[in-house]
């Protein structure tokens, strides 16, 4: 999967999620900030991610994912190799 397929599908759940457009969605989105996240949305958000990428992300690794971008990032360099 690309970074940009990765982004979408990530962009589809923050809209729904977090009632944002589109067009607001950008790697430097900020989840605390810019989305007024609190825990439990972050921890809802990443097992979502979990669920739809098929990944595990550690609670320290989760930890350190503030922007849209450190997710795609993230997601990108677990993401099953097949080759």
């Given at each position: 999967m690309t970074?940009?397929?990765?982004?979408?599908?990530i962009s589809k759940?923050?809209?729904d999620r977090f009632e944002v457009t589109k067009d607001k969605i950008t790697n430097d989105l900020n989840f605390r900030t810019d989305l007024d996240a609190d825990s439990?949305?972050?921890v809802e958000f990443i097992m979502e991610?979990?669920?739809?990428?098929?990944?595990?992300?550690?609670?320290?690794?989760?930890?350190?994912?503030?922007?849209?971008?450190?997710?795609v990032d993230y997601i990108y360099d677990h993401q099953e190799k097949t080759d």
């Open positions: 970074k940009q397929e990765i982004f979408d599908k759940i923050i809209e439990i949305d972050f991610l979990e669920d739809t990428f098929g990944a595990e992300i550690s609670d320290d690794d989760a930890e350190k994912l503030t922007t849209i971008g450190q997710v």
